[in-house]
């Protein structure tokens, strides 16, 4: 007899969505959804680098639409603040679900980037006067 594999959720899937917005200043929004993890992880590093390599004011990273969130998309994240904080820029993270704002918490994260509840909070802070 053999044993049955032990049930695993299904992923969900993952996408990214990019739009620009435009109050001034060059802002680009990155629209993360699904389970973000180590399948994935080369997909956001790639959409993320093309990002900042265009010199934008500010990206905001939404990750409203993630279901799940590895160690390796944090590294992902973090690579990308601190070539974005190099280059004069700032990006800002919307984590409005709770269990993924909490992986920013105890990870102690949310000390190094700047999380919002919304994508209007996080384009508001990117345009607002310094």
Not at 2 to 17: G, H, L, Q
Not at 51 to 65: C, K, N, Q, R
């Amino acid at each position: 007899m053999s044993n049955p594999e032990p049930s695993r959720r299904p992923p969900t899937e993952f996408c990214i969505d990019e739009t620009e917005h435009v109050h001034g200043t060059r802002i680009v929004v990155i629209a993360v959804h699904g389970d973000t993890d180590m399948y994935v992880v080369d997909e956001l590093k790639a959409r993320l680098a093309e990002a900042i390599d265009e010199a934008p004011t500010a990206v905001v990273l939404d990750l409203s639409g993630v279901t799940f969130l590895d160690s390796m998309a944090l590294g992902v994240l973090l690579s990308g603040l601190k070539r974005i904080d190099e280059m004069g820029g700032q990006l800002r993270v919307v984590t409005p679900r709770a269990e993924i704002r909490r992986i920013f918490e105890v990870t102690m994260l949310d000390q190094l980037f700047d999380l919002d509840s919304s994508r209007d909070e996080a384009l508001a802070a990117t345009t607002a006067p310094a």
